[in-house]
C-alpha cells in the first residue's frame, strides 16, 4: 500500500484533472498511486543491511547500515519533513504546502521523483529492519521458552524427588512409633510381672508399670525423697 507521504508532494493528481494538451496525449493520465507505484518498481525490493545496528532507536543507524546514499543537495524526505513542519509552512492549506515544496525543490534544481526514491529506501529500510528485529525476538522467545519447559521440568522433577523423601521420613517416624509402642506395651507387662513378684516382700511397691513419662504418685515421690 503507497504510503501517504506522497500527497504532499506528488502533483500528478492535478495534472490528471487537466484536458489533455494535444491531440496525440493519451486518453488516461497516470494517478500518483501509479506513479509512486512505478517509482518503487524500479528499486531493490529489499536494501541489504551491511553493518550492525548498535542502537535500534537510532533510525540514522539503521539508514546508515542500509547504504541509503545521500539525496541530490541534501534534499531528503526527512528534509522535506522539516519543512513541511516549519513556520511558515506548517499552517497553510494542504495544497499550498505542495507547491511551496515543488517551488523549492525546482529552485534547488532537485526532481520530486528523487525525494521520492529516498522516502521508498528509507520505509523499505525501516520495514526490513522490522522485520530482522521481530525475527530476532522470536529466536529468542522459542530459546527462552524451551530453556523454561527445561526449568520447569527439572523443578517439578525436584518437587516430586523432595515430596518423596518427605513421604519416606514421615512412613519411618510411623513406623518407628509403631515399633515403640509395641515395645512399651511388652515392658508395662515386663514390670507388671516384676511388681508382682516384688509385691509379696514390701508393703509399697516401688516398681512402675505405667508410662515412664507419667508424674509419680504422691506416695512414691514422698517415699524416694
Not at 519543512?83 to 499552517?91: A, G
Request: proline letters at 7%; charged letters at 30%; aromatic letters at 6%.
Amino acid at each position: 500500500m503507497p504510503k501517504k507521504w506522497y500527497n504532499y508532494i506528488v502533483s500528478v493528481d492535478d495534472e490528471a484533472n487537466q484536458p489533455p494538451q494535444s491531440t496525440g496525449a493519451p486518453a488516461t493520465q497516470k494517478s500518483a498511486a501509479q506513479s509512486v507505484a512505478e517509482i518503487a518498481a524500479t528499486m531493490a525490493p529489499e536494501p541489504k543491511f551491511t553493518t550492525p545496528v548498535s542502537d535500534p532507536t537510532s533510525f540514522d543507524q539503521i539508514y546508515k547500515a542500509a547504504e541509503i546514499p545521500a539525496a541530490p543537495k541534501d534534499y531528503s524526505i526527512l528534509k522535506v519533513s522539516q519543512m513541511l513542519e516549519s513556520d511558515r509552512i506548517r499552517s497553510l492549506p494542504s495544497d499550498v504546502k505542495k507547491s511551496s515544496i515543488l517551488l523549492a525543490l525546482d529552485a534547488a534544481g532537485v526532481d520530486i521523483k528523487d525525494v521520492i526514491q529516498d522516502a521508498i529506501r528509507r520505509d523499505r529500510a525501516l520495514d526490513t529492519y522490522e522485520r530482522v528485529q521481530q525475527r530476532a525476538v522470536e529466536e529468542l522467545e522459542g530459546r527462552k521458552s524451551k530453556e523454561n519447559s527445561e526449568i520447569q521440568a527439572q523443578i517439578d522433577r525436584y518437587v516430586t524427588e523432595q515430596r518423596a523423601k518427605i513421604q519416606s521420613n514421615n512412613d519411618e517416624i510411623s513406623r518407628e512409633k509403631e515399633r515403640f509402642t509395641g515395645w512399651r506395651l511388652k515392658k508395662q507387662q515386663e514390670e507388671k510381672k516384676i511388681a508382682e513378684a516384688v509385691g509379696y516382700f514390701v508393703a509399697e511397691n516401688p516398681i512402675t508399670t505405667g508410662d515412664v513419662n507419667a508424674p509419680p504418685s504422691p506416695t512414691k515421690a514422698t517415699q524416694r525423697s
